[in-house]
């Protein structure tokens, strides 16, 4: 099944001289239990297509479904509903809240959706245990290391059992080893719990993880790459 699919999604913002085509005609698709990459050079458009697709943001022209449901169709109230109930976002600097314990930053997108705090904590408190950091709930993102953090966020992005999570640079700020490990976690959370993922990264060790690589230049998908091994070549 399709979870994503985009048909000519064009994004212009301004207008006159200041006009950019931020985005100009991606037509791609993710399906379920696909790890998808895009990649490409900076101001070639991939955060605008990870709005687009996450419904942050509106297109100028084209079509993004979700699971089929065309968001153009969906009011501000519906598409934040779709949003909580079926996408999980990872920010490259996780916008985890510093005044809450890690518990109660992954249980925040349930409370947001109206979710009993103990109910959210106790679901929460199993995401926690499955990405192996249950022994940090009760701290403080300043508390953690950045491995932790990360782990923290990818709790959060799952909490609401998404079937898609979308990942801009989430590893932008780590070094080699633990983006790696974080590569890997993804591809984990692919295979093991059937999510689909589209991540946009700089980085070839991490897009090897991803079943299929897309890259972007100029508003535009250039390139497509099966990776050889469902799973990702990652030996
Ligand atoms: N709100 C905005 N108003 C005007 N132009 C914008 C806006 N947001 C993005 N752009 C422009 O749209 C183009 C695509 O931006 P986008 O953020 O999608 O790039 P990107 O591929 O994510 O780059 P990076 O790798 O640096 O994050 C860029 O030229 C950028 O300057
Ligand atoms: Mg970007």
């Known amino acids: ?5 985009t048909e000519n999604l064009t994004r212009i913002y301004g207008s006159g001289e200041a006009q950019v085509n931020a ?3 991606v037509s791609l698709h993710v399906d379920t239990g696909e790890f998808v990459a895009v990649m490409g050079p900076s101001g070639c458009g991939k955060s ?17 479904k979700i699971e089929g449901q065309d968001l153009s169709n969906l009011n501000d109230d519906d598409l934040t509903d779709l949003r909580r109930e079926h996408i999980g976002f990872i920010f490259q600097f996780f916008n985890l809240i510093p005044t809450l314990s890690a518990l109660d930053n992954t249980a925040l997108p349930l409370v947001l959706g109206g979710m009993k705090p103990g109910d959210a904590q106790a679901k929460a408190a199993e995401w926690l245990a499955k990405l192996e950091v249950a022994d940090r709930s009760t701290h403080r993102p ?3 290391s950045g491995g932790q953090r990360q782990r923290v966020a990818i709790a959060r992005s799952l909490v609401t059992d998404p079937t898609l999570i979308l990942a801009d640079e989430p ?4 070094d080699s080893k633990a ?10 959370i692919v295979d093991r719990w059937e999510r689909s993922i589209l991540l946009v990264t700089h980085d070839p060790r991490i897009s090897s993880y991803a079943d299929r690589i897309l890259q ?19 030996a």
């Not at 605008?48 to 993004?64: E, Q, W, Y």
């Not at 972007?216 to 990652?234: L, P, S, V």
Request: hydrophobic share 35%; aromatic share 2%.
């Open 23 to 25: 985005l100009d005609g």
């Open 171 to 174: 590893t932008g700020n780590l």
């Open 48 to 64: 605008t297509l990870l709005h687009l697709v996450g419904g942050l943001d509106r297109p100028s022209k084209g079509v993004v």
């Open 142 to 144: 300043e508390e953690l």
């Open 179 to 188: 983006a790696q490990e974080f590569a890997a976690l993804l591809r984990e």
């Open 216 to 234: 972007m230049k100029d508003g535009r998908i250039t390139e497509q790459t099966e990776n050889k091994r469902k799973g990702g070549n990652h």
């Open 1 to 5: 099944m399709k979870i994503v699919e």
